[in-house]
């Protein structure tokens, strides 16, 4: 009997959870799902098994729904779906972290720890070579980087103490070391570059290099370079190569004045029930129109070192008692790990101009953030556009491993940031609750099928959509209902296309 015809045998059907199960989830995962209901005892048939997860659905019926950027794209990702299979599955090996992208994320902590003149750390370099210092100068390492995914540090050895004599004091590198770790980029380069297009060839041309080069990173990259070093497989050896070429380029800015940049700003505060990511970093490149002073950077290093802003538009606000600020949203990309296509490499060739994906990327930032801006401050509802706005331009900065980083201003009028809105959030804003509801709904359905596999009554998914549930959603705010008011007002009431 087909999904259609069993579904046509449940009284009171929800609407929500039909779609759901004629249109989400593949006919063979539905099979997969009643059988798992049915061996649990909960259900002894096929409409049974649907009756139930209609019962649940109506249970999860929400007016409001925070939305994720997915949300407004045409990407769709099961991540509980994924685990399911995974559970019911034969195969039990664990899944390898793909490499670009652990690449990637290793680079970006590594390289906003140097920026802002975390490392290298000349404290901790002091207590490594102490005869009794390896073990707990390694654990104290470790601790101070527990913003970084666990993983990453799983494993690491940082026992080389002769090397870390190389670290001066105010997190400082003797020019000893600064020129081997060029004369061995530049060798490295002139074996590597010619041979990229045969990743093998190029990686065992500079085999003999890659240890000494490794080795003389360590003091300043100790502990990110542990992580992407003890990756296994020639792939991830080389791809680690290359990513510690990119690093090396930044070895310059220790000699310059440290800079204060605020990390991971998400670009829009959760209460308005809308994902918009998270910035790289946001910097305050002027108060006044000056540079700030060293008072100045003293305060904003403090405040960008305390709890983490809640948004764009709330750490503006909150920087605006300083004065009139200028501030640059930055986009960092790596050549490992953000290559537009799947498993790419960038090349200095590909940057010549923006990415036109990473710029595009980069003005839905900024248009985002000074939404995020009026939302918090302002209490009317004129058109966001036609004021003064905080964010106005970012920086795309590539770190490739053949040449220094390349660097793309892109700036944005506030017609162009109008035309975003519209583009990238109003005219969707109506497909993007209705497919918010159904991915909570999916999380809530296939995270209780899930939970049933549990041999223990241990819970293995919290997929909880309810108001109900365990796990309650973030509340909108009466700003992120306001929010979908202007989208609306934009578009109108259409019907929502699936």
Not at 319 to 338: C, T
Not at 441 to 463: A, E, M, P, R, W
Not at 467 to 495: C, F, H, M, V
Request: glycine share 6%; aromatic share 8%.
């Amino acid at each position: 009997m087909s999904v259609k015809d069993l579904l046509s045998q449940i009284p009171d059907l929800d609407p929500d959870f039909s779609i759901w199960a004629s249109m989400v989830i593949p006919e063979e995962d539905l099979e997969k799902i009643i059988r798992v209901l049915i061996k649990s005892g909960l259900t002894s048939d096929a409409t049974e098994a649907l009756a139930y997860l209609n019962r649940l659905s109506q249970d999860n019926n929400l007016e409001e729904v925070s939305i994720s950027y997915q949300d407004l794209t045409r990407k769709r990702e099961n991540k509980p779906l994924r685990r399911l299979r995974n559970l019911l599955s034969a195969e039990t090996k664990e899944r390898k972290p793909n490499p670009y992208r652990f690449h990637g994320i290793a680079s970006h902590q590594a390289i906003h720890a140097l920026l802002t003149g975390k490392i290298p750390d000349y404290r901790l370099a002091r207590k490594l070579m102490s005869p009794a210092g390896p073990a707990s100068a390694q654990l104290a390492l470790f601790k101070g980087v527990d913003y970084v995914q666990d993983s990453l540090f799983e494993k690491g050895e940082l026992t080389d103490p002769e090397l870390f004599s190389e670290v001066l004091p105010g997190n400082m590198i003797t020019a000893k070391l600064s020129r081997k770790i060029e004369l061995l980029r530049g060798a490295l380069i002139s074996e590597v570059e010619p041979l990229q297009k045969s990743w093998v060839k190029a990686y065992l041309s500079a085999l003999p290099m890659v240890d000494e080069f490794s080795r003389s990173l360590k003091p300043v990259f100790s502990p990110y370079i542990e992580s992407i070093l003890n990756l296994n497989g020639p792939l991830e050896k080389y791809l680690a190569l290359l990513t510690l070429l990119s690093w090396s380029w930044t070895i310059d800015a220790i000699d310059k004045e440290k800079r204060v940049l605020f990390k991971e700003v998400p670009v829009l505060s959760t209460s308005l029930g809308l994902s918009a990511g998270r910035l790289d970093a946001l910097e305050v490149t002027s108060i006044n129109g000056i540079e700030p002073s060293p008072t100045q950077k003293q305060m904003l290093s403090k405040l960008s070192e305390n709890r983490p802003a809640k948004s764009t538009g709330a750490l503006a606000i909150s920087l605006s008692r300083f004065g009139k600020l200028d501030m640059a949203i930055l986009d960092w990309k790596f050549a490992v790990g953000d290559a537009a296509r799947p498993n790419g490499v960038i090349s200095a060739s590909d940057v010549a101009e923006p990415i036109k994906s990473h710029a595009t990327q980069l003005k839905r930032y900024i248009t985002m953030a000074n939404l995020d801006y009026h939302l918090q401050c302002s209490g009317g509802d004129e058109a966001i556009w036609d004021h003064e706005l905080p964010f106005n331009s970012g920086r795309l900065v590539y770190f490739l491993p053949f040449s220094s980083p390349v660097t793309h201003e892109i700036k944005i009028t506030p017609e162009e940031q109008e035309e975003i809105f519209i583009k990238n959030f109003a005219d969707r804003i109506k497909k993007g609750e209705f497919k918010a509801r159904l991915r909570l709904l999916n999380n809530y359905l296939v995270g209780h099928v899930i939970n049933c596999l549990s041999q223990n009554g241990k819970t293995l998914f919290d997929g909880s959509a309810s108001k109900n549930g365990t796990s309650p959603l973030p509340q909108i705010s009466s700003n992120g209902l306001r929010l979908r008011e202007i989208a609306r007002r934009y578009t109108g009431e259409d019907e929502v296309p699936f």
